[in-house]
């Protein structure tokens, strides 16, 4: 049983994975550059700034910057992963740490409302090191006064697990949202929907 859960943003709790992808698709292509989505799809789990450092753009502020705008505008196609919502109500203690920035949260995580579930957030901007860094995690940790061994972390990228691990906590896999358990073998718990995490939460 663990005292609390920590979760991820994107494709954890919110699904963003056609914003995210098609919002970064549309910024490269007006730069000239033409991805598949396909190709896209590493930088599901981490920070956009470390997202844009690795294809090589010339003006990284300018793109990521342009990416934010344009992913705001496809909120649309971003929701709540159903039974979150039963999950969060649930749940007495839990916290999220993510990939985000803190103007990635105020677009595109805090119009959802669910903020007032959690006792900590900590984004891409509370820390200097990020996923898989255990940083993040640790600081989550930190503001709840919990040990690592208290907490579970829930995500869908092996990011997420390597920073659970890093942290010394327990990592559980979303399904929902990972699609695979290939590259998973070392997730303490694989869950195929949010309600499963309630047979693990001390009541």
Not at 87 to 115: C, D, R
Not at 155 to 177: N, T
Request: proline share 3%; hydrophobic share 40%.
């Amino acid at each position: 049983m663990y005292k609390a859960i920590i979760f991820d943003v994107d494709g954890t709790i919110l699904d963003t994975e056609r914003a995210v992808l098609h919002s970064l698709q549309a910024v490269l292509a007006e730069e000239g550059l033409s991805y598949e989505l396909d190709e896209l799809r590493f930088v599901l789990g981490i920070t956009g700034a470390a997202a844009v450092e690795q294809l090589n753009i010339l003006d990284q502020e300018k793109v990521l910057g342009k990416w934010i705008e344009r992913e705001a505008t496809f909120i649309e196609e971003v929701e709540v992963f159903e039974g979150i919502h039963k999950v969060l109500h649930a749940i007495p203690e839990s916290g999220v740490v993510t990939s985000k920035n803190a103007l990635e949260m105020e677009k595109g995580f805090y119009p959802f409302n669910i903020q007032d579930h959690f006792q900590a957030i900590v984004c891409a901007s509370d820390t200097e090191n990020h996923k898989p860094h255990p940083d993040p995690l640790l600081k989550g940790l930190e503001i709840l006064g919990r040990e690592p061994h208290e907490v579970l972390y829930v995500g869908d990228s092996s990011y997420d697990m390597k920073c659970a691990h890093a942290a010394g906590a327990h990592f559980g896999l979303a399904l929902w949202g990972a699609k695979t358990t290939d590259g998973f073998e070392q997730a303490e718990l694989v869950f195929e929907k949010p309600e499963d995490i309630l047979a693990y939460v001390s009541k």
